[in-house]
């Protein structure tokens, strides 16, 4: 597997409003990133934070009538933003594919595992039914579901929600994508199912070369699993940094509430679990400032009027006027 | 448990009810009958069980039971033509709308609601009164372009009835994350409405289908009362329509037809009712 320099998507000046009746929401704002080829990126941040949208504007999945999206995304050095519906979609599945959130909702009640998983097959690959009906099986055995054969013909109601995912993500990986965008995938998933399913996507991920990005709120979902964090905050890239650098050196304050948000096993009990008090600011009335001044310990005037740029140093860029550990 | 058991029964009533109607209306031109306008000169509005008349005639010498079973035909016939062809249209439309939304689902769904606002008979009779003269009002117009435009104007009828329903159903459908899922992986519009869309829709139309083939039947029958509906008075409305001047000397020339029309609409809702049931439940489990 030859990972090349040349990143498989790459994002630039990323701009998504949405028309409302109190106005434009501003979802993502000024966003550029790239996801290097073969490597898993880690998505973070709380609901509303504006990395789903991002991950849809992407793959061209909102709602054209009310949504204005500028900047460019470049997919494996051709350019989406300008493209059109017919041609992106020629990149969807086969390039690109996504995993979700709810396996229950993400796939068809009515339909039976076997035809969903090979629906792709067959109608972006143009395999027979026979042949598809095979690669299916294959492809779940590769996402380790037990008796797969048997398994085509159930109905999801019939599957557990770890399998459920299982079979999603056979879906997805049908086409060979290129890149996969997992947006919470162990979100709706017991807390021993979600190990394995992390643990499943960073094998596949390997194994089959692709790229992979991996949306959550939950930072210690990113932890083993990705090579690069960025960290999300009022539609806006907040921190980014290999991960092992992140966890070792945050320098976003935002980032050190998500960590310390987390509960541990070895928590003293009885007592409170530490918030981020307060909520994001309105999309649509959004401050002058930093977005988070409003819920910052180490918030000043300056803070709370000027808005910070992202400053990179090295491979690490936070945007903080006080970042922690001094500049 | 004895309402069960009476459901159980009424459903059984039901679906042999049509059952029997439909095959009278299939195999009713094979049977060794006269044909339905014979006239029985030696017994003119005769009671039921009556000189070989099973159902009696009326004041023509017209055989009631020739005529039910001819009718049959006739309403069945022009009922279900037009909930299947107003059924397909409107739900193509309707699921159409419900996926592309925006500015084609408010056209469409603007239409829909225009054409809902004229009460369904109106709009029916207008239709047949406009299409189904000639502008020579004493030119006579051919029996078949009459049944022609009641089928289509019952259709146009039909139409934004069941439009909005398959609209409504696949509204609940088209924001689900499968549907989303299949975006992902490239798929087509087309694809995806036939795929995902239509088979969650269709047990939905089908429940609904039912119901509009009972208000079409009706429909029907208040246009050939009104003189409009399938010509030369063949039709179950038609007969009622002719019975009316006899009720007060033989009101069993009204109520033979009345009966399989009643009937026959009240199985086709209670089927739809039942089918509907049976959706609601599915509904819960998936």
Request: proline share 5%.
């Given at each position: 597997?030859?990972?090349?320099?040349?990143?498989?998507?790459?994002?630039?000046?990323?701009?998504?409003?949405?028309?409302?009746?109190?106005g434009?929401l501003?979802?993502?704002?000024?966003?550029?990133?790239?996801?290097?080829?073969?490597?898993?990126?880690?998505?973070?941040?709380?609901?509303?934070?504006?990395?789903?949208?991002?991950?849809?504007?992407?793959?061209?999945?909102?709602?054209?009538?009310?949504?204005?999206?500028?900047?460019?995304?470049?997919?494996?050095?051709?350019?989406?933003?300008?493209?059109?519906?017919?041609?992106?979609?020629?990149?969807?599945?086969?390039?690109?594919?996504?995993?979700?959130?709810?396996?229950?909702?993400?796939?068809?009640?009515?339909?039976?595992?076997?035809?969903?998983?090979?629906?792709?097959?067959?109608?972006?690959?143009?395999?027979?039914?026979?042949?598809?009906?095979?690669?299916?099986?294959?492809?779940?055995?590769?996402?380790?579901?037990?008796?797969?054969?048997?398994?085509?013909?159930?109905?999801?109601?019939?599957?557990?929600?770890?399998?459920?995912?299982?079979?999603?993500?056979?879906?997805?990986?049908?086409?060979?994508?290129?890149?996969?965008?997992?947006?919470?995938?162990?979100?709706?998933?017991?807390?021993?199912?979600?190990a394995?399913?992390?643990?499943l996507?960073?094998?596949?991920?390997?194994?089959?070369?692709?790229?992979?990005?991996?949306?959550?709120?939950?930072?210690?979902?990113?932890?083993?699993?990705?090579?690069?964090?960025?960290?999300?905050?009022?539609?806006?890239?907040?921190?980014?940094?290999?991960?092992?650098?992140?966890?070792?050196?945050?320098?976003m304050?935002?980032?050190?509430?998500l960590?310390?948000?987390?509960?541990?096993?070895?928590?003293?009990?009885?007592?409170?679990?530490?918030?981020?008090?307060?909520r994001?600011?309105?999309?649509?009335?959004?401050?002058?400032?930093?977005?988070?001044?409003?819920?910052?310990?180490?918030?000043?005037?300056?803070?709370?009027?000027e808005?910070?740029?992202?400053?990179?140093?090295?491979?690490?860029?936070?945007?903080?006027?006080?970042?922690?550990?001094?500049? | 448990?004895?309402?069960?058991?009476?459901?159980?029964?009424?459903?059984?009533?039901?679906?042999?009810?049509?059952?029997?109607?439909?095959?009278?209306?299939?195999?009713?031109?094979?049977?060794?009958?006269?044909?339905?306008?014979?006239?029985?000169?030696?017994?003119?509005?005769?009671?039921?069980?009556?000189?070989?008349?099973l159902?009696?005639?009326?004041?023509?010498?017209?055989?009631?039971?020739?005529?039910?079973?001819?009718?049959?035909?006739?309403?069945?016939?022009?009922?279900?033509?037009?909930?299947?062809?107003?059924?397909?249209?409107?739900?193509?439309?309707?699921?159409?709308?419900?996926?592309?939304?925006?500015?084609?689902?408010?056209?469409?769904?603007?239409?829909?609601?225009?054409?809902?606002?004229?009460?369904?008979?109106?709009?029916?009779?207008?239709?047949?009164?406009?299409?189904?003269?000639?502008?020579?009002v004493?030119?006579?117009?051919?029996?078949?372009?009459?049944?022609?435009?009641?089928?289509?104007?019952?259709?146009?009828?039909?139409?934004?009835?069941?439009?909005?329903?398959?609209?409504?159903?696949?509204?609940?459908?088209?924001?689900?994350?499968?549907?989303?899922?299949?975006?992902?992986?490239?798929?087509?519009?087309?694809?995806?409405?036939?795929?995902h869309?239509?088979?969650?829709?269709?047990?939905?139309?089908?429940?609904?289908?039912?119901?509009?083939?009972?208000?079409?039947?009706?429909?029907?029958?208040?246009?050939?009362?009104?003189?409009?509906?399938?010509?030369?008075?063949?039709?179950?409305?038609?007969?009622?329509?002719?019975?009316?001047?006899?009720?007060?000397y033989?009101?069993?020339?009204?109520?033979?037809?009345?009966?399989?029309?009643?009937?026959?609409?009240?199985?086709?809702n209670?089927?739809?009712?039942?089918?509907?049931?049976?959706?609601?439940?599915?509904?819960?489990?998936?």
């Amino acid at each position: 597997m030859s990972v090349t320099t040349e990143p498989i998507l790459r994002i630039r000046n990323l701009d998504v409003t949405f028309a409302t009746a109190r106005g434009p929401l501003h979802a993502v704002r000024d966003v550029s990133i790239d996801i290097p080829n073969g490597k898993a990126i880690g998505i973070v941040g709380e609901s509303g934070s504006g990395k789903t949208v991002l991950s849809r504007a992407v793959m061209g999945l909102l709602p054209s009538g009310t949504t204005r999206r500028t900047g460019t995304v470049e997919f494996a050095g051709t350019d989406l933003s300008t493209a059109s519906a017919e041609e992106l979609r020629t990149h969807l599945g086969t390039g690109m594919a996504m995993i979700f959130q709810d396996p229950m909702t993400a796939l068809n009640p009515v339909r039976r595992v076997g035809v969903q998983v090979a629906e792709g097959l067959r109608i972006r690959l143009g395999m027979d039914k026979e042949a598809a009906r095979l690669r299916a099986a294959d492809l779940l055995r590769l996402v380790r579901i037990p008796d797969p054969l048997e398994t085509l013909r159930k109905f999801p109601y019939q599957l557990s929600g770890g399998m459920r995912q299982r079979v999603m993500i056979a879906m997805a990986i049908a086409c060979s994508p290129k890149l996969l965008f997992a947006d919470e995938p162990t979100t709706a998933l017991d807390v021993t199912v979600q190990a394995q399913i992390l643990q499943l996507l960073g094998e596949l991920r390997r194994d089959l070369g692709m790229s992979m990005v991996l949306i959550t709120h939950d930072l210690g979902v990113v932890a083993g699993h990705t090579d690069e964090v960025i960290v999300m905050y009022a539609g806006e890239v907040v921190e980014r940094a290999r991960t092992s650098v992140l966890f070792a050196n945050m320098k976003m304050p935002y980032t050190k509430a998500l960590l310390t948000s987390i509960p541990t096993v070895d928590m003293p009990t009885g007592r409170r679990l530490p918030v981020i008090e307060g909520r994001l600011p309105d999309p649509v009335n959004r401050p002058a400032g930093c977005a988070f001044a409003e819920r910052c310990a180490f918030a000043t005037d300056k803070c709370r009027t000027e808005h910070p740029p992202l400053v990179t140093e090295g491979d690490h860029s936070w945007r903080c006027w006080h970042p922690l550990g001094g500049n | 448990m004895a309402d069960k058991r009476g459901r159980r029964i009424a459903e059984r009533i039901s679906y042999s009810w049509l059952g029997f109607v439909v095959a009278l209306a299939v195999v009713g031109p094979w049977l060794p009958f006269d044909a339905w306008n014979t006239v029985y000169d030696d017994a003119l509005a005769v009671g039921p069980f009556s000189g070989g008349h099973l159902l009696g005639t009326d004041s023509n010498g017209y055989d009631l039971l020739l005529g039910v079973v001819n009718g049959a035909r006739l309403s069945i016939l022009v009922a279900v033509i037009a909930v299947g062809l107003g059924g397909f249209i409107g739900s193509a439309l309707g699921i159409f709308a419900a996926y592309a939304r925006g500015r084609v689902d408010s056209v469409i769904t603007t239409v829909f609601n225009v054409i809902l606002s004229v009460p369904n008979l109106v709009l029916a009779l207008a239709l047949v009164a406009v299409f189904a003269t000639n502008i020579d009002v004493t030119d006579s117009v051919p029996t078949w372009r009459r049944v022609l435009v009641l089928i289509l104007s019952l259709t146009i009828v039909i139409i934004p009835i069941l439009g909005r329903i398959a609209r409504a159903a696949a509204l609940a459908w088209t924001g689900r994350e499968f549907v989303l899922a299949a975006q992902t992986m490239g798929m087509r519009a087309r694809n995806i409405i036939w795929t995902h869309i239509v088979p969650n829709v269709m047990p939905a139309l089908i429940a609904v289908g039912f119901l509009a083939v009972g208000v079409v039947i009706i429909a029907e029958a208040s246009l050939s009362i009104l003189g409009v509906g399938v010509p030369d008075g063949a039709s179950w409305g038609a007969m009622i329509s002719r019975g009316r001047n006899e009720i007060d000397y033989a009101p069993h020339v009204v109520l033979v037809p009345l009966f399989f029309l009643a009937v026959t609409v009240i199985c086709t809702n209670h089927v739809g009712d039942i089918i509907r049931a049976r959706l609601d439940k599915r509904q819960a489990r998936i």
